[in-house]
Protein backbone atom coordinates (compact mmCIF):
# COMPACT_ATOMS: atom_id res chain seq x y z
CA UNK A 1 0.00 0.00 0.00
CA UNK A 2 0.92 3.36 -0.56
CA UNK A 3 1.67 6.14 1.93
CA UNK A 4 0.24 9.14 1.69
CA UNK A 5 1.93 12.65 2.79
CA UNK A 6 -0.04 14.97 4.96
CA UNK A 7 0.99 18.80 4.52
CA UNK A 8 1.46 20.11 7.97
CA UNK A 9 -1.89 21.36 8.65
CA UNK A 10 -3.34 17.95 7.34
CA UNK A 11 -1.46 16.28 10.06
CA UNK A 12 -2.20 18.81 12.68
CA UNK A 13 -5.90 17.93 11.78
CA UNK A 14 -5.11 14.18 12.26
CA UNK A 15 -3.26 14.31 15.56
CA UNK A 16 -6.47 16.44 16.55
CA UNK A 17 -8.85 13.69 15.69
CA UNK A 18 -6.26 11.32 17.26
CA UNK A 19 -6.56 13.21 20.46
CA UNK A 20 -9.81 13.45 20.65
CA UNK A 21 -10.50 17.37 20.15
CA UNK A 22 -13.09 17.25 17.73
CA UNK A 23 -16.53 15.85 18.95
CA UNK A 24 -19.54 14.43 16.29
CA UNK A 25 -22.58 16.53 16.75
CA UNK A 26 -26.16 15.98 15.29
CA UNK A 27 -27.67 17.43 12.24
CA UNK A 28 -29.49 19.92 13.32
CA UNK A 29 -26.68 21.62 15.84
CA UNK A 30 -24.53 21.42 12.38
CA UNK A 31 -27.40 23.11 10.45
CA UNK A 32 -27.55 25.86 12.96
CA UNK A 33 -23.53 26.02 12.80
CA UNK A 34 -23.74 26.12 9.15
CA UNK A 35 -26.84 29.02 9.34
CA UNK A 36 -24.81 31.23 11.85
CA UNK A 37 -21.98 30.89 9.72
CA UNK A 38 -23.56 31.79 6.13
CA UNK A 39 -25.44 34.62 8.22
CA UNK A 40 -21.60 36.49 8.56
CA UNK A 41 -20.83 36.19 4.98
CA UNK A 42 -19.19 39.59 4.44
CA UNK A 43 -20.78 40.75 0.85
CA UNK A 44 -20.08 44.67 1.04
CA UNK A 45 -17.03 46.88 1.03
CA UNK A 46 -16.43 49.36 3.56
CA UNK A 47 -13.89 52.27 3.42
CA UNK A 48 -13.16 54.40 6.18
CA UNK A 49 -10.59 56.84 7.26
CA UNK A 50 -9.15 55.98 10.51
CA UNK A 51 -6.60 57.84 12.74
CA UNK A 52 -3.48 56.25 12.14
CA UNK A 53 -2.63 55.69 16.27
CA UNK A 54 -5.56 53.81 16.45
CA UNK A 55 -5.37 52.10 13.73
CA UNK A 56 -1.97 50.58 15.18
CA UNK A 57 -3.73 49.64 18.47
CA UNK A 58 -6.29 47.63 16.59
CA UNK A 59 -3.78 45.80 14.45
CA UNK A 60 -1.59 45.43 18.26
CA UNK A 61 -4.97 43.60 19.58
CA UNK A 62 -6.00 41.80 16.74
CA UNK A 63 -2.54 40.45 16.41
CA UNK A 64 -2.91 39.53 20.58
CA UNK A 65 -5.68 37.57 19.39
CA UNK A 66 -4.26 35.68 16.36
CA UNK A 67 -6.17 37.25 13.74
CA UNK A 68 -6.07 39.66 10.69
CA UNK A 69 -6.84 43.39 11.87
CA UNK A 70 -9.49 43.49 8.99
CA UNK A 71 -11.42 40.86 10.43
CA UNK A 72 -10.82 42.22 14.09
CA UNK A 73 -12.47 45.47 12.93
CA UNK A 74 -15.34 43.89 11.11
CA UNK A 75 -16.22 41.45 14.34
CA UNK A 76 -16.05 45.05 16.49
CA UNK A 77 -18.85 46.89 14.02
CA UNK A 78 -20.68 43.11 13.87
CA UNK A 79 -20.83 43.26 17.66
CA UNK A 80 -22.04 46.93 18.11
CA UNK A 81 -24.50 46.76 15.27
CA UNK A 82 -26.10 43.97 17.10
CA UNK A 83 -26.32 45.50 20.31
Avoid: C, P, W
Amino acid sequence: MRKIKLTKQEKEIENALLQGEYIDIDKNEFKRIAEAIASRKKDSVLNIRINSEDLKLLKRKAHHFGIRYQTFISELLHRIAHR
